[in-house]
């Protein structure tokens, strides 16, 4: 099946420091790649959409300038959270789909676990 | 706001019963469904996808879909402890939803030895 990966998987830093969170996918070209971020015990919530050459589409409530999101690429998309706070500590979470007209899934990456302190 | 509701649960079986999860979701122009399986601090994983309405079944996993009355299920054969899990519901929103999925908050399913 598809694969697609996230790196890093776990990151613990001091409060100010920006973060980059990388995702890509393997063994396909992916035209749209999505963020999401989960809380403990809670569901998974869209941040934004990332197409590729284009400028990211954002969630209502998800401040852009503080998640900036670059996707160069066919097969990379990244993720930076800039002056990150430990508010921000959660699980990050990208997944990459063949594009918007098709029908099938989403793959997950494995998840980076951020812990801001 | 496109909505997907599942019942949080926990849903309890014992080993070796069906299990029954059901999801419904509120975008009538939604074609594609799928099934997620996400174990404690790990992300969801793919297991069953469907976009007519019937049954689809593999191996112990039977997803059904009901586009009229907007539901999803997903029954779980034979579960084992190994199918405890929170299973979340996908359902791909349309051409002005940017084709993203919306997924419900998920059903945490305790298979119990």
């Known amino acids: 099946g598809a694969v697609v990966s996230q790196h890093p998987s776990w990151v613990i830093c001091k409060s100010g420091t920006s973060v980059k969170i990388e995702c890509r996918s393997l063994d396909f070209q992916a035209t749209t790649m999505f963020w999401y971020r989960q809380f403990p015990k809670q569901s998974l919530m869209l941040m934004a959409t990332?197409?590729?050459?284009?400028?990211?589409?954002?969630e209502q409530g998800v401040e852009k300038d503080k998640f900036l999101i670059n996707h160069a690429s066919l097969t990379l998309s990244t993720l930076t959270v800039t002056s990150a706070h430990p508010e921000d500590s959660s699980f990050y979470i990208c997944?990459?789909?063949?594009?918007?007209?098709?029908?099938?899934?989403?793959?997950f990456g494995d998840g980076t676990r951020l812990s801001i302190l | 706001q496109k909505e997907v509701e599942q019942n949080s649960g926990p849903l309890s079986v014992p080993e070796g019963a069906i299990a029954s999860l059901n999801c419904t979701y509120s975008d009538r122009g939604s074609q594609s469904f799928f099934w997620y399986r996400q174990y404690s601090g790990k992300s969801p994983e793919l297991i069953m996808s469907i976009y007519s309405n019937g049954d689809k079944e593999d191996g112990r996993f039977t997803a059904q879909l009901n586009k009229a009355s907007q539901y999803v299920s997903l029954l779980i054969r034979d579960s084992q402890p190994s199918d405890s899990a929170t299973y979340l519901c996908a359902v791909r929103g349309g051409r002005n939803s940017g084709y993203a999925l919306n997924f419900g908050k998920g059903t945490s399913l305790l298979v119990t030895p």
């Open positions: 990332s197409n590729e050459g284009s400028k990211a589409t954002y």
């Open positions: 997944s990459a789909g063949a594009g918007p007209y098709s029908n099938q899934p989403q793959h």
